[in-house]
């Protein structure tokens, strides 16, 4: 499996400000997810972060909202935007590691934990 | 139809026995099935996956899966007080991994 760091670990911010997440892997992996954890309720996908170009979002979720970098194959950003209350939630960094084989398996980070008041 | 049903919890067994979790999907184009484990406050955990008709065993778990009926699951034996968790299916469709519901496990002492 991969290390992987997000930052920040939590956070409470103001409505209407921005926060940009940012997940670091110790190796290099073909694929990365951001999935919201809002309370009480199970992993909703955001978005595929793809490599050198546009994330693919899900339904639901916007560029606007929550724009998404990938500038290499071990790093990766997520801003979510104009923040209201509604987008306190656990967001979480998941890769699938570079193995040779396509598993399909995800390994995911800590979670960062906003609050937003 | 959600597109991934897992039977709600929470699911409490005295410790020793066996806990069994179910899920059902509705892509039929899924292939690969994974199982994490989510323990309070924490990420998910991948504790088994599984891509062929079948059962699959790993220690006290084993995955049951029939892609013809759309059903996966988890057995858990002799279930330890420190298998207390929520369980989460997800199944992969498209290249990206759809979580359930997740069901809450509580093993008694």
């Known amino acids: 499996s991969a290390v992987i760091s997000q930052k920040p670990s939590r956070d409470i911010c103001q409505r209407g400000t921005s926060l940009t997440i940012q997940c670091q892997v110790d190796?290099?992996?073909?694929?990365m997810f951001w999935y919201r954890q809002q309370p009480g309720q199970s992993l909703t996908l955001i978005a595929t972060a793809n490599q050198g170009s546009e994330a693919t979002y899900e339904s639901g979720f916007v560029i606007d909202k929550f724009p998404i970098s990938r500038p290499n194959l071990t790093f990766s950003t997520l801003t979510v935007s104009n923040m209201s209350p509604e987008d306190s939630s656990i967001y979480l960094c998941?890769?699938?590691?570079?193995?040779?084989?396509?598993?399909?398996?995800?390994?995911f980070g800590e979670g960062s934990r906003l609050t937003v008041l | 139809q959600k597109e991934v049903e897992q039977n709600s919890g929470p699911l409490s067994v005295p410790e020793g026995a066996i806990a069994s979790l179910n899920c059902t999907y509705s892509d039929r184009g899924s292939q690969s099935f994974f199982w994490y484990r989510q323990y309070s406050g924490k990420s998910p955990e991948l504790i088994m996956s599984?891509?062929?008709?079948g059962d699959k065993e790993d220690g006290r778990f084993t995955a049951q899966l029939n892609k013809a009926s759309q059903y996966v699951s988890l057995l858990i034996r002799d279930s330890q007080p420190s298998d207390s968790a929520t369980y989460l299916c997800?199944?992969?469709?498209?290249?990206?991994?759809?979580f359930g519901q997740g069901t809450e496990l509580s093993v008694k002492p």
């Open positions: 599984i891509y062929s008709n």
């Open positions: 997800a199944p992969q469709g498209g290249g990206k991994l759809i």
């Open positions: 190796s290099q992996v073909t694929m």
């Open positions: 998941s890769v699938e590691p570079l193995t040779g084989t396509n598993t399909g398996e995800l390994f």
